[in-house]
């Protein structure tokens, strides 16, 4: 792959570099100015200009600004660039010096302005910049030149200073970043009630979920998919015959969603999974399919019995349960007594 000088992924914008016979000098009050032509957005990438240096060379600044309706430069930069010293060019032939741009400035289509100036060089005799001052014809633009460090312009006649402009045409926006509909089950908690579960369901996004559960086991049916031209039933998929659904305690859309599942008989095992919506639309998504067995399993508290003293003696292991639901809302507790040696 051919390597051009602004990089493979730049292009010449536009230029002016024949009939190079002259030179315009520049320094710490002194400016000069190349304006140019841009027809499309595009990011600019480097400035390259051809200087030359009779004696010490100093820093000096590269400059990108945008001009008036009369063509002028404006008194601010758009980007910016400094050159430090470069020996190889003083007394010495004029060289092409690169400026290029980490900012990568867009710029759109109109008329802009390369501005050239050394805040640190007191003689503006020393730094020039190489022109043509015979027979200029760049039609995109034209030289200027400041007294005063910029605030005031005037086009230099018969002129036309030695540059390109490199840059590309900046990548399209990306896309918006698409409304995630699907949902997915991150974490299922569960707390053993007295008689029940209460279950609360986390997922990834906001959306409300609805609980469809059964007490039929689902059946499960293999159904075909193709393998290289083959059918072969190798995917299972689940059916729930019959169900009931329930809605999640909280309103609107949520991240955490709460079902209280109360009166589950003892020793009933029931199979779940969960549905959902986003703002009102249902959604493809499904949650795994749980399965879940109720014991009753309450806060017992366990004492010896107070056997009178004209009883048998009781074996150690005889016990007294006591079961108390803890719950304001159930009826007031009651005292069960197993006695673990009767038939």
């Known amino acids: 792959m051919a390597v051009v000088e602004g990089g493979e992924y730049t292009k010449l ?7 190079e016979d002259g030179e315009v000098t520049y320094g710490k009050n002194r400016y000069l100015a190349q304006t140019f032509t841009l027809t499309e957005e595009i990011a600019i990438f480097r400035i390259i200009v051809k200087m030359r240096s009779t004696y010490i060379w100093k820093p000096h600044l590269c400059a990108l600004r945008a001009t008036d309706i009369t063509g002028k430069p404006l008194d601010y930069n758009i980007t910016s660039h400094g050159q430090s010293k470069i020996s190889s060019l003083e007394g010495k032939a004029a060289k092409w010096i690169i400026t290029t741009f980490s900012d990568f400035p867009i710029l759109s289509p109109g008329f802009y302005a390369i501005v050239l100036y050394s805040p640190e060089q007191a003689d503006w005799l020393i730094v020039k910049w190489r022109a043509d001052t015979t027979y200029p014809f760049y039609p995109g633009g034209k030289a200027w030149i ?3 460090a910029g605030e005031d312009w005037e086009e230099i006649p018969n002129t036309d200073f030695m540059f390109e402009v490199w840059g590309y045409h900046p990548p399209p926006e990306p896309p918006p970043t698409p409304v995630i509909s699907n949902w997915a089950l991150q974490k299922l908690e569960q707390k053993q009630l007295t008689d029940g579960y209460l279950f609360v369901a986390h997922t ?4 409300h979920l609805f ?3 059964t007490t039929v086991e689902p059946e499960v049916h293999s159904i ?3 393998r290289r031209g083959l059918a072969l039933r190798t995917d299972k998929r689940f059916c729930f015959v019959v169900w009931e659904e329930n809605e999640q305690q909280e309103d609107g859309d949520t991240l955490s969603h709460t079902f209280e599942k109360r009166d589950w008989p003892v020793c009933q095992t029931r199979w779940f999974y969960f549905v959902g919506t986003k703002q009102g639309e249902q959604q493809p998504s499904t949650g795994p399919i749980q399965k879940k067995h109720f014991t009753r399993i309450g ?13 048998p003696p009781p074996p150690p292991e005889w016990t007294l349960i006591f079961e108390e639901p ?18």
């Open 13 to 19: 914008l536009t230029l002016y570099k024949k009939g």
């Open 146 to 148: 400041s007294h005063n």
């Open 204 to 207: 990834n996004i906001p959306c």
């Open 211 to 213: 609980m469809r559960w």
């Open 224 to 226: 075909p998919v193709l």
């Open 299 to 311: 806060d017992l508290l366990l004492f010896y019995e107070p056997w009178s003293e004209d009883g």
């Open 326 to 343: 803890w719950s304001e809302a159930e009826p007031p507790p009651m005292l069960l007594f197993r006695e673990e040696w009767s038939e």
